[in-house]
């Protein structure tokens, strides 16, 4: 059993002595263990129960249930409060915005005990009723339940990915010498998945799904599946699985018409013709041939969105887009000088034994105290750390940077002289979300106008299946990003990519550049690159307007001038 599983069983059984009024510092003693087992690299499995007390955080007590779970799967703790809880009051511990105090209220006083009771007792205003809720926490728990059920059974592209490749290894084995391949919104890497659609070329339609329910792993619905459509699911995943048939010798063209969207397919190209008649108007080889009998240069998938790809190959302007060897750094990251899990050296070496020339340091801001945020003296600390290990390191150079809290006026934490200490800063929000479109534009166009804001993290504060970004006028932030010089982060954790992708070309129009930043808290959180980079190019986002494509001494001449420009206009 790896941490996570291990953690996430910590976690639910803190909630639920939460849930049922158990002993406040027995809660806090959990809490603290949590807190500082996730942050540990120490593999919890492989410790005794002596081991495990020895941990930062873990008494005896939570040794033992440690213990428990490694050695049985669960805890009899956690069972026997499973026992005690339904299972929709579980649930609704997933919901954001209302907490285990709030569920139990809701339990007791109004008999509710799913999402569906929950909601209904919102809609006739029961909820707004009860003591310490009122309308405004009424009107969260419907939108957040709103949420959770037109995203359920989604997966981020991240997680679809690594299931997809999984399910075509298992079609490999049981389909052998089959052509086949993913398709739909996985193959244009949109970054919330659906349902997994792959694409099998046979000649033997009948035959081919008799191999697919012959492997244990594949459960088929029968009555959604159609002549040439499995449909179903893989192991007990909760997506939905589609295998589309096609004949072998209409794959490319089946591969073509099931990649794109409905905007790119039935765009028309020449006369009365679309890419989808000319697609079916005979066999081809390669993909290439398709856009070629249109008379036009190959679009990757990534971009057959229907937007401005088009115009774009029509042209002869297609952009190239930007690769993973295009990217020289890795800016926006977290030690454990704040919420990180890794300490700054480890998290120099790793970055640097990537081969990456430089990192930027990022840790939260003082204002983010709930993230062990820096204080003044513990900026000067740092800073001396950086200085010394560049000295070390070098060529390989860390970027003394913050990410600095966008407080509710605008302003940036720290005064003027601590923030001229940084190589540079991102700017993020991340108190009092709830803003209505207005508010948290201005915000955003205040933090711009600071002369010491040097990316703008993560703009709409999104969380992926999980909660939605506030609303900002998009046009307006990016508009005033090019006016100030500000670069603007497409944040790469699967759970943000935020620039969203759909606005990457605009900034791209008005002369702003991105970085990918994988706002890393850990060694492994580099890995979430690729996610990001993957956001930039359906956007059509190119190496020579990405910001962190430049080389460390580039990229230094960058900071260098804009911290001179703000000296020399004081």
């Known amino acids: 059993m790896d941490n996570k599983s291990i953690l996430k069983q910590l976690k639910l059984t803190a909630a639920l002595m939460e849930l049922h009024d158990e002993n406040t510092f027995k809660i806090r003693g959990y809490n603290s263990a949590i807190y ?55 649930e609704l511990l997933d919901i954001k915005g209302i907490g285990p105090k709030k569920i139990k209220v809701l339990w007791k006083e109004l008999g509710i005990e799913s999402g569906h009771e929950l909601k209904e007792a919102a809609n006739t205003g029961k909820v707004a009723q009860l003591k310490g809720f009122g309308d405004k926490t009424q009107e969260t ?8 059920e037109a995203n359920a059974n989604k997966l981020h592209y991240a997680e679809a990915e690594g299931l997809s490749k999984e399910i075509i290894a298992e079609l490999n084995k049981v389909l052998p010498n089959y052509p086949i391949h993913e398709i739909g919104a996985l193959r244009r890497k949109m970054e919330v998945i659906e349902k997994i659609e792959i694409l099998v070329g046979t000649d033997d339609y ?22 040439v459509i499995w449909r179903g699911n893989y192991k007990e995943t909760r997506i939905p699985i589609a295998l589309t048939f096609c004949a072998k010798a209409d794959f490319v063209s089946s591969l073509f018409l099931h990649s794109g969207s409905p905007a790119h397919i039935d765009k028309p190209v020449k006369e009365r013709d679309s890419f989808r008649n000319i697609a079916m108007s005979g066999t081809f080889t390669d993909e290439k041939d398709i856009y070629l009998a249109a008379g036009m240069d190959f679009i990757e998938p990534e971009l057959r969105e229907g937007t401005f790809e088009f115009e774009a190959a029509k042209n002869g302007t297609l952009p190239k887009l930007v690769e993973m060897s295009d990217l020289k750094g890795v800016l926006h990251n977290h030690s454990t000088y704040s919420d990180g899990k890794h300490s700054l050296e480890q998290m120099a070496q790793h970055c640097k034994d990537l081969g990456y020339e430089y990192l930027g340091i990022c840790d939260h801001s003082k204002s983010a105290f709930y993230a062990n945020g820096l204080d003044e003296d513990r900026v000067t600390i740092q800073h001396n750390e950086i200085d010394k290990l560049n000295a070390d390191m070098a060529p390989f150079k860390i970027f003394k940077g913050i990410e600095s809290d966008i407080l509710y006026d605008g302003k940036l934490d720290y005064d003027d002289e601590v923030l001229s200490s940084f190589d540079f800063i991102v700017s993020s929000v991340h108190s009092i979300l709830n803003m209505k479109k207005d508010k948290a534009t201005s915000r955003l166009l205040t933090a711009i106008e600071n002369p010491y804001t040097t990316i703008l993290g993560h703009p709409t504060g999104r969380l992926l299946l999980r909660r939605e970004g506030y609303p900002i006028d998009h046009k307006a932030v990016i508009d005033h990003c090019a006016k100030h010089g500000v670069v603007i982060e497409i944040n790469a954790n699967p759970w943000r990519l935020d620039l969203d992708w759909r606005w990457v070309h605009y900034a791209i129009e008005q002369g702003v550049k991105l970085s990918i930043n994988p706002d890393a808290h850990e060694m492994k959180g580099y890995d979430h690159m690729y996610y990001g980079l993957l956001a930039g190019r359906k956007g059509g986002l190119t190496a020579d307007m990405t910001f962190n494509a430049l080389s460390a001494e580039e990229i230094g001449n960058f900071f260098q001038e804009r911290k001179g420009k703000i000296v020399s206009h004081a």
């Not at 492989?46 to 007590?61: A, C, F, H, N, P």
């Not at 440690?66 to 009051?89: D, F, K, N, R, V």
């Not at 009948?206 to 002549?227: K, M, R, V």
């Open 141 to 148: 728990i419907i939108k957040a339940l709103e949420f959770k």
């Open 206 to 227: 009948d035959a081919t799904e008799d191999s697919i329910n012959a492997s244990e792993h594949f459960i088929q619905d029968l009555g959604a599946s159609g002549p």
């Open 36 to 90: 500082n087992l996730d942050k540990s690299d120490v593999e919890l499995a492989s410790l005794t129960i002596d081991e495990l007390q020895q941990l930062d955080g873990v008494g005896k007590g939570i040794a033992g249930t440690l213990s428990e779970i490694i050695q049985t799967g669960i805890s009899a703790q956690l069972s026997q409060y499973l026992e005690e809880t339904p299972e929709g009051i579980v």
